[in-house]
């Protein structure tokens, strides 16, 4: 026979002691700590500008076009795999595109890139048939054949629910780890685990000098698991937010305050264990309201208006491991200077 008698430790109420008495008489404890949550916020961050996401990032400096078209001066193409067309229309089209269909690009007269003077990988998207359930779309550079660097899945760095409309995208070369290295060749491979074909068009993929994308974490801390409950964003600009004898709150939804739609768009990723498991793409406060955010908290003087987007959690997203591959993100990748104010901060609990 058994028996289990349970009590609290003597070392704190943060402990809880369980007795058990074996069927010989036999007197096991078991000591377990007793996880305790304690109420936690932390700011979204960068290492330079801190909290303030109303940043200017704009793309400058003189560019290495890899392929937009029809220049003159873009990389050699070719298709590895699958049917692709490198100019009807002044972009680049896979239609019909099955598991590792790929495409090439050579830095023309066998001369290498120096990534040391580029930041970022940019371009443009527009998915015609395609899931990322069912569809990955990795990029890579190599020299001589030889990958450098890791690849990156496009997947993570553009909205996938937008079909039929072009769409812009960023990809920090520190993601692609290449930074300080040299490379001849672009790859573009289509991952297809079944469903439809996959069809898209890319165009104007290019490397940017300057303009580098600030991305704002939390993350998590050294042996602390941060259950994250919901995040905050708040938004100012000077802009009149009241409408006369009217009731409904004075802002477009098509762009954000007094800024018009971004180009490229803020990135949200969760990321978990290295792998990004969850992004979106943001242009307008209309796309943060379409994807479960609400507004709240709207106040304007006629002058200046402040609201805060709220988005919750139907259950806890938990941050813990290491932080480089533990995080939560927003990457800017355009201008936002023209907001009075851009922050956002995680709110939950610590397990202590």
Do not use: C
């Given at each position: 026979?058994?028996?289990r008698?349970?009590?609290?430790?003597?070392?704190?109420?943060?402990?809880?002691?369980?007795?058990?008495?074996?069927?010989?008489g036999?007197?096991?404890?078991?000591?377990?700590?007793?996880?305790?949550?304690n109420?936690?916020?932390?700011p979204?961050?960068?290492?330079?500008?801190?909290?303030?996401?109303?940043?200017?990032?704009?793309?400058?400096?003189?560019?290495?076009?890899?392929?937009?078209?029809?220049?003159?001066?873009?990389?050699?193409?070719?298709?590895?795999?699958?049917?692709?067309?490198f100019?009807t229309?002044?972009?680049?089209?896979?239609?019909?595109?099955?598991?590792?269909?790929?495409?090439?690009?050579?830095?023309?007269?066998?001369?290498?890139?120096?990534?040391?003077?580029?930041?970022?990988l940019?371009?443009?998207?527009?998915?015609?048939?395609?899931?990322?359930?069912?569809?990955?779309?990795?990029?890579?550079?190599?020299?001589?054949?030889?990958?450098?660097?890791?690849?990156?899945?496009?997947?993570?760095?553009?909205?996938?629910?937008?079909?039929?409309?072009?769409?812009n995208?960023?990809?920090?070369?520190?993601?692609?780890?290449?930074?300080?290295?040299?490379?001849?060749?672009?790859?573009?491979?289509?991952?297809?685990?079944?469903?439809?074909?996959?069809s898209?068009?890319?165009?104007?993929?290019?490397?940017?000098?300057?303009?580098?994308?600030?991305?704002?974490?939390?993350?998590?801390?050294?042996?602390?698991?941060?259950?994250?409950?919901?995040?905050?964003?708040?938004?100012?600009?000077?802009?009149?937010?009241?409408?006369?004898?009217?009731?409904?709150?004075?802002?477009?939804?098509?762009?954000?305050?007094?800024?018009?739609?971004?180009?490229?768009?803020?990135?949200?990723?969760?990321?978990?264990?290295?792998?990004?498991?969850?992004?979106?793409?943001?242009?307008?406060?209309?796309?943060?309201?379409?994807?479960?955010?609400?507004l709240?908290?709207?106040?304007?003087?006629?002058?200046?208006?402040?609201?805060?987007?709220?988005?919750e959690?139907?259950?806890?997203?938990?941050?813990?491991?290491?932080?480089?591959?533990?995080?939560?993100?927003?990457?800017?990748?355009?201008?936002?200077?023209?907001?009075?104010?851009?922050?956002?901060?995680?709110?939950?609990?610590?397990?202590?």
């Amino acid at each position: 026979m058994k028996f289990r008698l349970w009590g609290r430790g003597i070392a704190g109420s943060g402990e809880v002691n369980e007795l058990a008495v074996g069927s010989r008489g036999q007197l096991f404890v078991d000591t377990k700590r007793e996880a305790r949550l304690n109420p936690f916020l932390k700011p979204f961050l960068e290492p330079t500008v801190g909290n303030a996401m109303n940043q200017n990032v704009s793309f400058g400096g003189t560019q290495e076009i890899i392929h937009n078209g029809e220049s003159s001066v873009e990389w050699d193409s070719a298709a590895l795999q699958g049917s692709w067309d490198f100019s009807t229309g002044n972009v680049i089209t896979l239609s019909s595109g099955v598991d590792q269909d790929a495409a090439t690009f050579s830095e023309e007269g066998a001369t290498t890139v120096d990534m040391s003077g580029f930041v970022v990988l940019t371009g443009a998207i527009n998915l015609t048939t395609y899931n990322d359930t069912n569809n990955d779309l990795d990029v890579e550079f190599d020299l001589a054949g030889v990958l450098v660097g890791n690849s990156v899945n496009l997947n993570d760095f553009i909205d996938t629910t937008i079909i039929g409309s072009a769409q812009n995208f960023a990809v920090l070369l520190t993601d692609m780890g290449i930074i300080g290295q040299s490379v001849d060749g672009f790859t573009v491979t289509l991952g297809r685990s079944g469903g439809p074909q996959a069809s898209f068009t890319l165009d104007d993929i290019t490397l940017e000098q300057t303009g580098t994308p600030l991305v704002f974490k939390v993350e998590s801390d050294p042996n602390e698991a941060f259950h994250v409950d919901e995040i905050r964003i708040a938004f100012a600009d000077t802009l009149a937010g009241t409408v006369t004898n009217g009731t409904a709150f004075g802002i477009a939804h098509d762009q954000i305050l007094g800024v018009t739609a971004l180009s490229t768009g803020i990135v949200f990723r969760r990321v978990q264990n290295g792998e990004t498991n969850f992004s979106g793409t943001f242009k307008t406060v209309g796309d943060f309201l379409a994807t479960g955010s609400n507004l709240i908290n709207p106040i304007s003087d006629g002058t200046d208006t402040f609201f805060t987007l709220l988005v919750e959690f139907p259950e806890p997203i938990i941050l813990e491991g290491p932080a480089e591959d533990n995080f939560l993100s927003f990457t800017i990748n355009d201008n936002l200077a023209g907001l009075t104010k851009f922050t956002a901060a995680a709110r939950g609990a610590v397990v202590i």
